[in-house]
T-cell receptor, first 112, second 116 residues
Framework: KQEVTQIPAALSVPEGENLVLNCSFT??????LQWFRQDPGKGLTSLLL?????REQTSGRLNASLDKSSGRSTLYIAASQPGDSATYLC???????????FGAGTILRVKS | DAGVIQSPRHEVTEMGQEVTLRCKPI?????LFWYRQTMMRGLELLIY????????DSGMPEDRFSAKMPNASFSTLKIQPSEPRDSAVYFC??????????????FGPGTRLTVL
């Protein structure tokens, strides 16, 4: 059974800092890995999707890397802003069917 | 496109009552997912459909839970009878996915269910 762990569980930083959010998973038989953002009381918004054959994916100030063999992914946020405050969720998609398994998330607060 | 639509957004009911949650996926998407989110257990996949057919319902917690997808544009998740421990936010998501696709899952706003 796939287990997903996200570290840290919570993070509070001043505006402008570069951030690193970590995700580890136990089963490397994944098709892709997705990072989502969830604002309080809202649904999930997809940020980045990395295929299992890729090493990284970039969108604006966000960069996600994937090391499938070691079961790790990292989300980098450059020059953080208060608007980045949210919960960030990592979810590998299993090869055997279109199933996402979610981590518990990292709660990010960026202070102005 | 309006995105994934869920109704109701909030539901408060008493223990023992039947609850029906509704979802309209994004047009053209052939996968539909039902998730449940709680503080204790996080986000869990309950069931998913492909072309209106249930593929994996291993996450459905008990026989009190059932899901249907009568057509490509509508799905329901039913809880009968409801219990206080069913209180959670229920999300519906849809995607267009095959082995060559990069499409992600698109989530609805969720239904916040409170069972008293």
């Amino acid at each position: 059974k796939q287990e997903v762990t996200q570290i840290p569980a919570a993070l509070s930083v001043p505006e402008g800092e570069n951030l690193v959010l970590n995700c580890s998973f136990t089963d490397s038989a994944i098709y892709n890995l997705q990072w989502f953002r969830q604002d309080p009381g809202k649904g999930l918004t997809s940020l980045l999707l990395i295929q299992s054959s890729q090493r990284e994916q970039t969108s604006g100030r966000l960069n996600a890397s994937l090391d499938k063999s070691s079961g790790r992914s990292t989300l980098y946020i450059a020059a953080s802003q208060p608007g980045d405050s949210a919960t960030y969720l990592c979810a590998p998609c299993m090869e055997y069917g279109n199933k996402l398994v979610f981590g518990a998330g990292t709660i990010l607060r960026v202070k102005s | 496109d309006a995105g994934v639509i869920q109704s109701p957004r909030h539901e408060v009911t008493e223990m023992g009552q039947e609850v029906t949650l509704r979802c309209k996926p994004i047009s053209g998407h052939d996968y539909l997912f039902w998730y449940r989110q709680t503080m204790m257990r996080g986000l869990e996949l309950l069931i998913y459909f492909n072309n209106n057919v249930p593929i994996d319902d291993s996450g459905m917690p008990e026989d009190r839970f059932s899901a249907k997808m009568p057509n490509a544009s509508f799905s329901t998740l039913k809880i009968q009878p409801s219990e206080p421990r069913d209180s959670a936010v229920y999300f519906c998501a849809s995607s267009a996915w095959d082995r060559t696709s990069t499409d992600t899952q698109y989530f609805g706003p969720g239904t916040r269910l409170t069972v008293l």
